[in-house]
C-alpha cells in the first residue's frame, strides 16, 4: 500500500559538519581525554579524505562546541577539550530561548526529578554542605523591601536548587535540576516574575526548604523527597499566578 504522508526529508547536512561528526567518532574511539593531542591539519586531509577548507571548517565547529581547544605557538596545535557545565547549559539555553516555555513546562518536569534529587542526597551530605545550604536560606530570611530585592530572593532561592544538583553524584540528574533552576532565573528575570509582590512565595519556599536541609541531615531520603515534592506543587501554583498576573499587566498595559 502506498503511504500517503510520507515522511519529510531531513535537512542535507553539510561536508564540514559530517567530517566534524566523523572526527568526534576518531576521538571516541580512541578514548582521548581532554587535553590530548589531535593530528595536524595534513595528517586530518588524509585521515578523511577531505580538502583543507573542509578540514579547518569542521574544527570550526568543533572549537565553537567546546570540543577542541586550539593553541598557537611551539607545542600548540589543536587538542582534546571538555564542554563546562556553564558552556552547556549556555547552549541549550539559546535553544529553549526560543520556545517560549511556560512555568507550567518548567514545573511539569521539576516535579519528576527534584523529589528524587532530594531523596538521594539524605544522609550523604557533608557538615559544611548542610551549612552551605542553610546559608543560602538565610538570604532571603525577611520579606523584601523593594521590586529589586524581590527579585534577588527569587533567584537566591533558585540558587539553594543549584546547589543541591551541583552535591549530586549523578551528572545527568545534576544536569537536569541545575539547568531548569538556569532557565526559571532567566524566566524570572525576562518575565519580571518577581513582580507584583509575593511574600507568601517567598515565605512559603524558605519553610520548606529549611525542613529540607533537617531531613538532609538526619538522612530521612522519604521525608526529603515529600518535602521536596509538597514544595514543587506550592511553588508552581504559586508562579503560575505570578505569571497570569504578569501577563494580565502587560495586557492592560
Not at 37 to 65: H, Y
Not at 70 to 81: A, L
Not at 222 to 230: F, L, P, Q, V, Y
Request: charged residues 30%; hydrophobic residues 40%; glycine residues 6%.
Amino acid at each position: 500500500m502506498t503511504d500517503t504522508n510520507p515522511k519529510p526529508a531531513l535537512p542535507r547536512r553539510s561536508r564540514p559538519v559530517q567530517v566534524a561528526d566523523q572526527i568526534k567518532d576518531w576521538v571516541v574511539d580512541r578514548d582521548l581525554k581532554q587535553g590530548a593531542k589531535l593530528p595536524n591539519e595534513a595528517e586530518m586531509i588524509a585521515l578523511f579524505g577531505v580538502s583543507k577548507g573542509t578540514v579547518r571548517e569542521a574544527m570550526r565547529i568543533l572549537e565553537a562546541q567546546g570540543l577542541i581547544v586550539t593553541r598557537t605557538g611551539p607545542g600548540g596545535g589543536s587538542f582534546v577539550g571538555e564542554v563546562s557545565l556553564e558552556r552547556a547549559k549556555s547552549l541549550l539555553a539559546n535553544y529553549f530561548y526560543f520556545q517560549d516555555l511556560s512555568v507550567s513546562d518548567i514545573y511539569q518536569m521539576r516535579k519528576v526529578v527534584e523529589p528524587e534529587l532530594a531523596a538521594s542526597l539524605a544522609g550523604v551530605l557533608t557538615p559544611d554542605q548542610i551549612a552551605d545550604l542553610r546559608g543560602l536560606v538565610q538570604q532571603y530570611d525577611r520579606p523584601a523591601e523593594s521590586p529589586e530585592e524581590e527579585r534577588d530572593q527569587h533567584i537566591d532561592s533558585l540558587k539553594f536548587h543549584a546547589k543541591l544538583a551541583e552535591y549530586s553524584r549523578n551528572p545527568l540528574l545534576a544536569f537536569m535540576v541545575s539547568f531548569m533552576a538556569r532557565i526559571l532565573t532567566d524566566l524570572t528575570v525576562y518575565r519580571r516574575l518577581y513582580e507584583p509582590h509575593n511574600e507568601e512565595l517567598r515565605a512559603r519556599g524558605q519553610r520548606h526548604q529549611l525542613d529540607l536541609v533537617e531531613a538532609l541531615e538526619a538522612g530521612d531520603a522519604a521525608r526529603a523527597e515529600a518535602i521536596m515534592r509538597s514544595h514543587m506543587l506550592g511553588a508552581e501554583a504559586l508562579m503560575q499566578r505570578q505569571e497570569a498576573q504578569v501577563m494580565r499587566r502587560f495586557i492592560a498595559e
